[in-house]
């Protein structure tokens, strides 16, 4: 059973900056499309950026491209999202998804993890 364990979320100020990462286990990761989602406050979960099996190809929302940089460790089974240059509108729970193919919805990632807060203050 895949389980994904996110950590490094916090509270910093806007123009900071934080390393998420997301641990997986219980399958091989190396197989694995991995994502991050975010969710604000009232709002849906929303597509934030992911990365292939290999970690070649990579694609960001229009909202975080050039802020933010997903990549993996697949010796490590973990991939990671660093933020920098936050802003207040990044606040959400931010999640980690899994699958085998490439999506950009939440109906494409079958495994989740809990999530990890994120607030950027003003």
């Known amino acids: 059973q895949v389980q994904l364990s996110e950590s490094g979320g916090g509270l910093v100020q806007a123009g900071g900056s934080l390393r998420l990462s997301c641990a997986f286990s219980?399958?091989?990761?190396?197989?694995?499309?991995m994502a991050w989602f975010r969710q604000a406050p009232g709002k849906g979960r929303d597509f934030v950026a992911l990365i292939t099996r290999s970690g070649k190809t990579t694609d960001y929302a229009d909202s975080v491209k050039g802020r933010f940089t997903i990549f993996r460790d697949n010796a490590e089974n973990t991939v990671y999202l660093q933020m920098n240059s936050l802003k207040p509108e990044d606040t959400a729970v931010y999640y980690c998804?899994?699958?085998?193919?490439?999506?950009?919805?939440?109906?494409?990632?079958?495994?989740w993890g809990q999530g990890t807060q994120v607030t950027v203050s003003s």
């Open positions: 219980g399958g091989p990761f190396s197989s694995y499309v």
């Open positions: 998804g899994a699958d085998y193919y490439i999506g950009y919805e939440l109906q494409d990632f079958n495994y």
